[in-house]
């Protein structure tokens, strides 16, 4: 069966960085772009963007442009997601998620379980 | 960039009672790009709907998606006590690749 799981919960000061990891298994980990979602306490989901597992090319959301790199292992199906210049509302529960790209379907399949990014100082 | 607008912000119902949440976009969006999401406190999003009226892979039939262009609903027939949760609705955008969350529906016991 698919699964994502994520690394452990991170506390980190205000200006450090933060590498998230996602290890994927179940499936083919090449053949699915892999997404990062973040949701701050008490608030909505946000999109930070996308990694295209095969070929290492991402997409990211504006908002992260120059703090956010999205990596990946093919060897050990694992995607990372880094965050640089951490400040306090980059507090959040960071997921990575499984996107389905078909015709007729665009789509968040498999979730990972969250990771916990307290950044205080 | 598509803006997404749930509302209401939050709905409350008894069990048994129809649930209607609305997803509306700031512009035209296919619908095979929009899907929702189920949330609940402590747990990472579960799939619904995709392709705006397709139910997930295990989704009991109380809940269906409808509507097209700029305007989407997700309707729970009866509520169910496991239904009380935070719902969001999603689509994708190709050109720049990208996706956006509506701002979320939090369906409470009345």
């Known amino acids: 069966q698919v699964q994502l799981v994520q690394s452990g919960a991170e506390v980190k000061k205000p200006g450090a960085s933060v590498k998230v990891s996602c290890k994927a298994s179940?499936?083919?980990?090449?053949?699915?772009?892999m997404h990062w979602v973040r949701q701050a306490p008490g608030q909505g989901l946000e999109w930070m963007g996308r990694?295209?597992?095969?070929?290492?090319?991402?997409n990211y959301a504006q908002k992260f442009q120059g703090r956010v790199t999205m990596t990946r292992d093919t060897s050990i199906s694992t995607a990372y997601m880094e965050l640089s210049r951490l400040r306090s509302d980059d507090t959040a529960v960071y997921y990575c998620?499984?996107?389905?790209?078909?015709?007729?379907?665009?789509?968040?399949?498999?979730w990972g379980q969250g990771t916990l990014v307290t950044v205080s100082s | 960039e598509i803006v997404l607008t749930q509302s209401p912000g939050t709905l409350s119902l008894s069990p048994g009672e129809r649930a209607t949440l609305s997803c509306r976009a700031s512009?035209?969006?296919?619908?095979?790009?929009l899907a929702w999401y189920q949330q609940k406190p402590g747990q990472a999003p579960r799939l619904l709907i995709y392709?705006?009226?397709s139910r997930a892979t295990g989704i009991p039939d109380r809940f269906s998606g409808s509507g097209s262009g700029t305007d989407f609903t997700l309707t729970i027939s009866r509520l169910e006590p496991e239904d009380f949760a935070v719902y969001y609705c999603?689509?994708?955008?190709?050109?720049?690749?990208?996706?956006?969350f509506g701002g979320g529906t939090k369906v409470e016991i009345k």
């Open positions: 998620a499984r996107f389905i790209a078909a015709r007729s379907a665009q789509h968040f399949d498999y």
């Open positions: 179940g499936y083919t980990f090449t053949g699915y772009y």
């Open positions: 990694i295209n597992p095969n070929s290492g090319g991402t």
């Open positions: 512009q035209s969006v296919s619908s095979s790009y």
């Open positions: 392709g705006a009226s």
């Open positions: 999603q689509q994708y955008g190709s050109s720049p690749p990208g996706v956006t």
